[in-house]
C-alpha cells in the first residue's frame, strides 16, 4: 500500500479522479439546495426535475428543467409549460389556447389524451432550458445499480484511500521525527 500511494503516477490519477468526483459532488448537492430554494422562485426561474414519461422524448424522467415565470398572453401553442395542478406540479406542451375563455389545453407528448384545460392563473412558468449534465447526476443518483457503483463506491473508495494517504503521512512523520536526535537537558 505504502508503494502505491508513493507512486506518482497513482497519485495524479487519484488526485485527477478525486477532484472531478468533488466537483461534480458539490455541482449536483448546489442544483438540489436550488432546486429547493426556487419552488418560491428566485429572480423570475424555478428548477423543476421532470417525474414521469408524459413528455418523453423531449423530456425524459429525472430531467432537471429551468422554467422562467412568463405572461400567459405571450405563450403559444406548442410552447412547454409548467402548471400547478392540486398537489403537483405538471409540465406538458400546449395544444389549444381558447381565445374566448383564455382557457389553455395541454398534453404530454407522449399522452394519447389532451389534458383538462387550465385557467392561466395556474401556470407557473416555460421552459426555458434543461439541465444535461444534471439530467444525467440526476439518474445516476436514483438508480440503485449506478448510485452504488458510480456514486457510493467511489465515494467509500476515496475516503478509505485519504484515510491510508493520512496514515501513512503521520507514520512517514514519527519516522523523521525519530531520525532527530533529541538535545540533552541541562539539569
Known amino acids: 500500500m505504502k508503494k502505491l500511494f508513493e507512486n506518482k503516477i497513482f497519485k495524479t490519477v487519484f488526485g485527477i479522479i478525486r477532484t472531478i468526483f468533488y466537483i461534480l459532488l458539490v455541482i449536483y448537492l448546489v442544483f438540489a439546495v436550488v432546486?429547493?430554494?426556487?419552488?418560491?422562485?428566485?429572480?423570475?426561474?424555478?428548477?423543476?426535475?421532470?417525474?414521469?414519461?408524459?413528455?418523453?422524448?423531449?423530456?425524459?424522467?429525472?430531467?432537471?428543467?429551468?422554467?422562467?415565470?412568463?405572461?400567459?398572453?405571450?405563450?403559444?401553442?406548442?410552447?412547454?409549460i409548467t402548471y400547478a395542478n392540486?398537489?403537483?406540479?405538471?409540465?406538458?406542451?400546449?395544444?389549444?389556447?381558447?381565445?374566448?375563455?383564455?382557457?389553455?389545453?395541454t398534453k404530454g407528448d407522449a399522452n394519447e389524451i389532451s389534458d383538462n384545460p387550465i385557467t392561466k392563473d395556474r401556470i407557473l412558468g416555460k421552459v426555458e432550458y434543461k439541465f444535461k449534465i444534471y439530467s444525467f447526476l440526476t439518474r445516476l443518483?436514483?438508480?440503485k445499480i449506478t448510485f452504488f457503483f458510480f456514486v457510493f463506491v467511489p465515494l467509500v473508495v476515496t475516503i478509505f484511500l485519504d484515510i491510508a494517504d493520512n496514515i501513512l503521512e503521520r507514520q512517514k512523520e514519527k519516522e523523521e521525527q525519530s531520525k532527530i536526535p533529541k538535545l540533552k537537558r541541562k539539569e
Open 35 to 80: 432546486e429547493r430554494i426556487s419552488q418560491n422562485g428566485i429572480k423570475g426561474y424555478r428548477i423543476y426535475t421532470i417525474r414521469t414519461g408524459s413528455m418523453d422524448p423531449a423530456y425524459k424522467v429525472y430531467d432537471v428543467i429551468l422554467i422562467k415565470e412568463t405572461n400567459p398572453d405571450n405563450l403559444r401553442v406548442g410552447d412547454v
Open 86 to 105: 392540486t398537489n403537483y406540479t405538471v409540465t406538458h406542451r400546449i395544444v389549444n389556447i381558447n381565445d374566448e375563455t383564455g382557457e389553455i389545453t
Open 141 to 143: 443518483v436514483n438508480n
